[in-house]
């Protein structure tokens, strides 16, 4: 059974562009979250999609944005890309509802270099 | 941002030799709890989780122990190997209205030397 899928895997990008980062979950997870791993901040919840509806999200600014498509993928975008949002993105899913406690598993995630 | 992340803590220890890695959480209201690996240049991995109802929970070569009281929770590793060096995470599940998020702690970095 494959595990989390995200692509692209690496990336660089400037200054005022944007990105969309994509993720496939585990095949039968319907809940996917997005999370942002810097040295400085650790790990920092991004947002969470149920059923193509966004759950809950972190105190992140606008410009972070995501959506889930009716198969349970999921893409997020960042906008005016800062130096700042250089990161690794990480996608997680799980099979139900993290409320209930189910496992939740991770992807590889995806380097982001902002210049 | 909600998780603290400054000064990794790490820990050293002997190979063959039980590890214990600690970890404080922070809203008393948290019912799920998991522990995380994550090795250089990948993705944080499952280890072991546990539920507010339990005080202890036993995998392959890992305890983890939760102390609601003080709110601690910790990971013990039996007959560390060089493979689990890596850098561990705990994470506890906050309920909001909406649905669930994972607040991670900072992380300890584990050093098995041979």
């Known amino acids: 059974k494959a595990g989390v899928t995200q692509t692209p895997r690496y990336l660089i990008k400037t200054r005022g562009q944007q990105v969309t980062l994509s993720c496939s979950p585990i095949?039968?997870?319907?809940?996917v979250s997005w999370y942002q791993q810097t040295p400085g901040q650790g790990l920092q919840f991004l947002f969470e999609y149920f059923s193509e509806t966004q759950r809950n999200k972190g105190n992140f600014p606008g410009r972070f944005s995501g959506r889930q498509f009716s198969n349970s993928r999921s893409e997020m975008n960042v906008s005016t890309l800062e130096l700042g949002d250089s990161a690794l993105y990480l996608c997680?899913?799980?099979?139900?509802?993290?409320?209930?406690?189910?496992?939740?598993?991770f992807g590889e995630g995806s380097w982001l270099t902002v210049v | 941002g909600e998780s603290v992340g400054l000064h990794l803590p790490t820990l050293s220890v002997q190979e063959g030799d039980n590890s214990i890695i600690n970890c404080a959480y922070s809203?008393?209201?948290?019912?799920?709890f998991i522990w995380y690996k994550q090795e250089s240049g990948k993705g944080p991995q499952f280890i072991i989780d546990i539920r507010s109802n339990m005080d202890k929970r036993q995998g392959q070569r890992v305890t983890v122990l939760l102390n609601k009281t003080v709110k601690h929770l910790s990971l013990q590793i039996a007959a560390t190997q060089p493979g689990d060096s890596a850098v561990y995470f705990c994470?506890?599940?906050?309920?909001?209205?909406?649905?669930?998020?994972?607040?991670f702690g900072q992380g300890t970095e584990l050093s098995v030397k041979p």
């Open positions: 809203n008393s209201a948290s019912d799920y």
């Open positions: 994470a506890e599940n906050k309920q909001g209205n909406q649905g669930g998020k994972l607040i």
């Open positions: 997680a899913s799980s099979l139900r509802d993290p409320r209930s406690g189910n496992t939740i598993y």
């Open positions: 095949s039968g997870h319907r809940s």
